[in-house]
Structures are given as C-alpha cells and as structure tokens.
C-alpha cells in the first residue's frame, strides 16, 4: 500500500517522503528549528529596560521540547523579531522574512519548523492589523512550505504556534498599548491560516499566559509547559 501523505509529500503517521519516494522516520536524529522572537530565545520576565537575561537551556522550552522528543534542536529565536516589520527603534535586522529564509539555507536538513511570532507586531508603532499580522506569517509558510525548502531539506513539517496575547502591563505597556486586542483576534486568523496551508497549528493560549510582569514574556512553568504542549504536537 502506498504511503498516506498529504499534499506537500507529508505522511501524518510521522514519516517525510521525499519526490524520490524516501521515508526519514522521525526519531533520535531528527532535527527541529524553533523560530520565533524573545519567547522562543527564552527572555525572562522584564522589570527594567536596558537589562539582557535570558533562561538556561534547561528552562527554555526549545530545549525541552527536544529533549522530550529525543531531537536535536536549532535555535533561531531573537528578541524583537517580528513577522514582517523593520523595526525603527531595534533596526532593521527584525524583519522575520529574511532571517527564516537565512536560516533555512544556514541550517539542515531539518524534519520540523515551529515559528511563534506576530508578538512584537502587536506593537503602537507598527500600526498593523491583525489581518496585516496574519498577512505577515502566511509569507512566511509560503516560504517554509515551497517546493525550494522542501526541496533542499528533503521535506520537514511545520508547526504554527500561535503566541499567548499580550496583556498591556509592567515597563512594556507603552510598546504595546492597544495590542491586546490585536493579539486576542491573531489567535483564530492563525487557526484559519494553518488550516489553508495544511500545516500544523498549536494555540499556546491554551497551556499558558503572559508572565502579569511585563505582559509579554513567559515564566519558567510557562517555559515547561509549553515544550510539552509543542512535542505532543510534533510527536
């Protein structure tokens, strides 16, 4: 019987299927990416600006995802980076088109790409909807998705996590005043999007929320819970 995938050559029992009918299996010597912005790099909590922290690998839910999962791990989560935007106070470099296509041809073969962001497009000054959020994060699985990566990693699975929405509070509730709202409407748009796309989708606001603190990062329970979430969802 031929093997059961769906349209991007993808077997949902946990094997990848390449145009040349090879099946990697999924298991110790699989390889994920994690891209994503500060909740992926694993910031802290912040209570002051101008301070850079960051949880230990063991504390950090790219990390322990992996390990639950036996794979060994690519980090590509940086603080500010959002979906689509050149930021005009942290510089240019935040655009999350470019950096994934940089990544996707720095690291591989990968078998898992989970990208988290449409966080720090929430911010005032990007005065973005959560249709134009939305918009951002369908390039770049348009990216991750099309025949040129897929092609040059062999085939790998996608996981869309949808980020916890913000909360307006601590020393960030400047950045994000009115981005609440907008994170809040991102999470069904994100469903929605996964589901055109035929990839995988993980609503973090169902495990966990914004550490009260600043809003916007996790706590280290947050941390563990979500790499629970995140290898149930690959697995």
Not at 18 to 38: P, Q
Not at 206 to 227: M, N, Q, R, W, Y
């Amino acid at each position: 019987m031929p093997p059961i995938c769906d349209r991007r050559g993808v077997d949902p029992r946990g094997k990848f299927w390449t145009s040349h009918g090879f099946a990697r299996k999924l298991g110790a010597m699989a390889t994920v990416l994690t891209f994503g912005d500060s909740n992926t790099h694993g910031t802290p909590p912040l209570y002051q600006r101008g301070v850079y922290e960051r949880y230990p690998a063991d504390i950090r839910w790219p990390s322990r995802a992996a390990a639950t999962l036996g794979w060994s791990l690519v980090e590509e989560g940086l603080p500010g980076r959002t979906a689509q935007f050149d930021d005009p106070v942290m510089g240019g470099i935040m655009n999350g088109w470019p950096a994934l296509y940089q990544a996707l041809r720095s690291h591989g073969p990968i078998d898992a790409l989970t990208i988290m962001l449409g966080t720090n497009d929430v911010k005032t000054r990007f005065g973005a909807t959560p249709e134009q959020i939305t918009g951002g994060i369908a390039a770049l699985l348009d990216l991750a998705l099309g025949d040129e990566m897929q092609t040059r990693h062999g085939g790998f699975r996608v996981l869309l996590i949808a980020p916890p929405p913000v909360t307006e509070s601590g020393i960030l509730a400047a950045d994000f005043w009115g981005g609440a709202a907008k994170s809040r409407a991102l999470t069904p748009l994100l469903a929605d999007l996964a589901r055109s796309r035929d990839t995988l989708f993980l609503d973090a606001s169902a495990h966990i929320e914004t550490s009260p603190l600043d809003g916007v990062h996790l706590s280290p329970e947050s941390h563990a819970t979500l790499a629970q979430a995140v290898a149930h969802a690959l697995f």
